[in-house]
């Protein structure tokens, strides 16, 4: 077999194509939460804490051999954590949801057997007791 044809196997199997799509509508999904964090969540924590912006927040740890401030710039840390947070949570409903479509709810209370099957049984009972 050549190697352009065991590609194309390869690329063309369902799993390798599904996954393709996962990658592209998981990173348009990306940047929505992005946006909805930069745009929504973030002046929200900002109003919380005083005005405070989380993407400016950060820290000079020097200067650089020009003059200018060497920064570590955690705040964009704190704002990319807040972004996986919440996309994390948004998979854990969507495959929550998933799963409970899935699988029937199993029921812990007995089912209750039907008229007829109780008659028979009792009627058995007092057979047994003859």
């Given at each position: 077999?050549?190697?352009?044809?065991?590609?194309?196997?390869?690329?063309?199997?369902?799993?390798?194509?599904?996954?393709?799509?996962?990658?592209?509508?998981?990173?348009?999904?990306g940047?929505?939460?992005?946006?909805?964090?930069?745009?929504?969540?973030?002046?929200?924590?900002?109003?919380?804490?005083?005005?405070?912006?989380?993407s400016?927040?950060?820290e000079?740890?020097?200067?650089s051999?020009?003059?200018?401030?060497?920064?570590l710039?955690?705040?964009?840390?704190?704002?990319?954590?807040?972004?996986f947070?919440?996309?994390a949570?948004?998979?854990?409903?969507?495959?929550?949801?998933?799963?409970k479509?899935k699988?029937?709810?199993?029921?812990?209370?007995?089912?209750?057997?039907?008229?007829?099957?109780?008659?028979?049984?009792?009627?058995?009972?007092?057979?047994?007791?003859?």
């Amino acid at each position: 077999m050549s190697l352009a044809k065991e590609f194309k196997e390869f690329a063309m199997r369902g799993n390798v194509i599904d996954l393709a799509v996962g990658v592209v509508i998981g990173a348009a999904f990306g940047k929505i939460v992005s946006a909805f964090v930069d745009a929504v969540v973030m002046p929200v924590l900002g109003l919380l804490t005083s005005g405070m912006d989380f993407s400016d927040l950060a820290e000079q740890i020097g200067t650089s051999p020009d003059g200018k401030p060497v920064l570590l710039k955690y705040g964009l840390f704190v704002q990319a954590t807040v972004d996986f947070i919440i996309i994390a949570f948004v998979i854990f409903l969507a495959l929550r949801g998933i799963n409970k479509l899935k699988k029937p709810e199993v029921s812990t209370t007995p089912a209750v057997p039907p008229k007829q099957e109780v008659l028979l049984e009792e009627i058995r009972d007092l057979l047994a007791k003859r």
